[in-house]
């Protein structure tokens, strides 16, 4: 693997590592230390959810141009990925173990990529500017759409549940459905973002300035969020579940998406070795903000970024050498 790849996935793992021994020191405190500020990784996450992923989605969403995008990159990457996340969220429901809010959590660890601390580089060094262009313009709705569609799944068997307990609120527990749904830290900036985006205006130089500067902290607290929740939360009791998590991640989605793309679409070999590796990508850390969210699978959901991301030195060279052999790189 490119050199500069490696140690953008080393730097990742200093930063998840300091993270770490911050929360392995109580330096913010903690309810085991005694402190009063409660669990500090969970406050982290919250400010990165009502703060900085707002800013992130809004910004991205209100600045997308729609008239330019190459609609079959994107369904040969969404397709596969969101028809997968489903039918992993299906066949976890159908299980139906763990929290309400288990599948929705699994579901988006298993499906959801490190598009940018990760996908960047991977993208710049492997494929140049060309192929960073074409990763640049998926990441620009990877967020957007997961997001949102896990988003309105989870909503909704949370209400089922609520349904459940007091069956004779059923229009209540509709409307709270709703006013959950839209009113959301990812769903309500992605539809204001929208709103924004069809009026043809531009942002304001100054809102955008604040929107920038507000996106661009996600990553680092990202970060350093995951070691901390690794030492509040440990790790998982049974490793079954990562495993199985990482193995549809790193394995079975990049080879939906290929498969795709190369008997169904025909893409481009370009785009389609981009769109590939994307799906490649190890767990992203929206995954944790968001199982942070549902306060469900935390632990898991740490271990499988960690070790999503340390497994990823290993599965990207074998994906990059099986698409050297069929001609697409």
């Avoid at 309810?31 to 990784?41: E, I, R, S, Y």
């Avoid at 300035?209 to 902290?217: D, N």
């Avoid at 935390?298 to 999503?308: D, R």
């Amino acid at each position: 693997m490119n050199e500069g790849v490696l140690d953008k996935l080393l730097a990742i793992m200093v930063a998840v590592g300091i993270g770490w021994l911050v929360g392995r020191m109580r330096w913010l405190g903690g309810l085991d230390a005694g402190g009063t500020g409660g669990d500090p990784a969970r406050v982290l996450s919250n400010a990165a959810f009502y703060i900085f992923v707002p800013a992130l989605m809004f910004r991205t969403t209100a600045r997308i141009d729609f008239h330019h995008l190459p609609w079959a990159t994107l369904l040969g990457f969404f397709l596969p990925v969101v028809l997968g996340m489903l039918a992993c969220y299906a066949w976890l429901r159908w299980r139906g173990r763990g929290a309400v809010a288990s599948p929705s959590v699994r579901a988006i660890t298993a499906s959801f990529g490190n598009t940018l601390q990760v996908g960047v580089p991977l993208a710049a060094a492997v494929f140049g500017e060309q192929g960073l262009a074409i990763h640049i313009t998926v990441v620009s709705l990877h967020a957007l759409t997961l997001l949102s569609v896990l988003t309105l799944l989870v909503e909704l068997d949370l209400a089922s549940a609520a349904h459940a307990h007091n069956p004779q609120g059923l229009r209540a527990t509709m409307l709270a459905t709703a006013r959950n749904t839209i009113i959301h830290p990812v769903v309500l900036p992605v539809l204001a973002g929208l709103l924004w985006n069809a009026t043809g205006w531009r942002l304001p130089q100054a809102l955008d300035e604040v929107l920038q500067m507000l996106g661009t902290a996600v990553v680092p607290l990202c970060l350093t969020l995951i070691g901390m929740s690794l030492a509040y939360y440990g790790w998982p009791v049974r490793w079954r579940s990562v495993l199985g998590l990482l193995a549809w991640k790193l394995l079975v989605l990049p080879a939906l998406v290929l498969g795709l793309g190369l008997w169904l679409l025909e893409l481009p070999a370009l785009p389609l070795a981009v769109i590939v590796m994307m799906a490649a990508l190890p767990p992203g850390s929206n995954a944790l903000i968001f199982a942070q969210r549902y306060r469900c699978e935390e632990a898991e959901t740490t271990a499988a970024v960690v070790l999503g991301t340390l497994l990823f030195a290993f599965s990207a060279p074998l994906w990059l050498t099986g698409l050297v052999r069929l001609g697409l790189l």
